[in-house]
């Protein structure tokens, strides 16, 4: 397990809750037996107790005052160890993929399954990853990646055998929603990004929502694994929301309209920018902590897929159901 921050911490309690139904529903038995964040990694082969990872990182602890660290340089030790799958959810990194791309590549090379809720492998080299994991017969899954619980990629991917999406688009950044109906209430655009921060909507570092690209990231994502293209991010046209404002937002809501930060798909043209929809649409519906999804399909009619997400628990569930969608049966 890479990374034990917010996700790895619900996805350690999940482990714990599910056990038994996991078990008995599907035949599969999970022990985590090498543990990283920043400052390492430590190693049980008989598994870690759940609630002492999650006790040591409430308590702000690092793995390093685990009598069973192995010291810090991660990818080689992972490499040294015998193991099924890893669960990956570090920091993004868009520029390099970082460690996770190292390790990803690694793993997969020697048929080891990744798991990811991290984006960045996946933007950077993903269509490449999953040729290799298709190669070396394991898996390589990341729906965590795309609108935390919401089975989006699945459902493309799974649920719509032989049909063509025509056209798909979204609202997938929650800062974005939250910073418009600040300003919609009057607050300026800089306090509304502060807002957003302070209740942890927002990132420590909120550029890449607000400039759009954490949306982007997500549409690559989706365009990449369910439209079979092969975008990078320079074959998207994006636009953030730094340059909407409260005058604009308020004409069209007295006009029974309202602003979205919309990811579309549609004509073989990608693009990310702020787009005025109806009130009454799906698309302005969606609001808040809410993440959501319209496919125009020929053979599938209109699909409409929303979810409320304000923790990450169905962030971490759906790592455990890519998970278990790799070794049910196995
Ligand atoms: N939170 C969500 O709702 C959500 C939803 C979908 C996807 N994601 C993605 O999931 C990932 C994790 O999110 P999060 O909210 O859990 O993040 P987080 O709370 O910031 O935790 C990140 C974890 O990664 C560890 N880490 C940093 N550098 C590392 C390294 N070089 N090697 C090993 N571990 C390292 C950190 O270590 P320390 O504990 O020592 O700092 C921390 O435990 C991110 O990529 C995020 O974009 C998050």
Redesign the pocket.
Known sequence: M???????QNLLWILMDKKEKLKRDYGIEISIIAI????GIAVNQNGFDPRGVIAL?TGEG?VREFSTFRGDD?AETIESLSLDLIFE????DIETGG?ALEICRAALLRSVSVVL???GPVVKEGNELRRLAEKNKCGFEYS??VC?GLPILNIGRRDMIAGEIKELTGVFNGTSNFVINAMKNGVNFDDAVKEAQMIGAAEADPSLDIGGWDTAFKLLIIANTMLGADLTLSDISVEGIDGVSADMILAEEKAGNTIKLIAAARDGKYTVKPTVVSKNSFLGSIEGWEMGVEIHSDIYGISYHKLFEKE?IP?AASMLRDAVNIFAGK
């Open positions: 890479l990374g034990l921050g917010s996700v790895h990283a964040d920043s400052s990182k690092h991660t959810a570090t920091p993004v460690i809720a991290n984006k965590a990646t935390g990450p962030t």
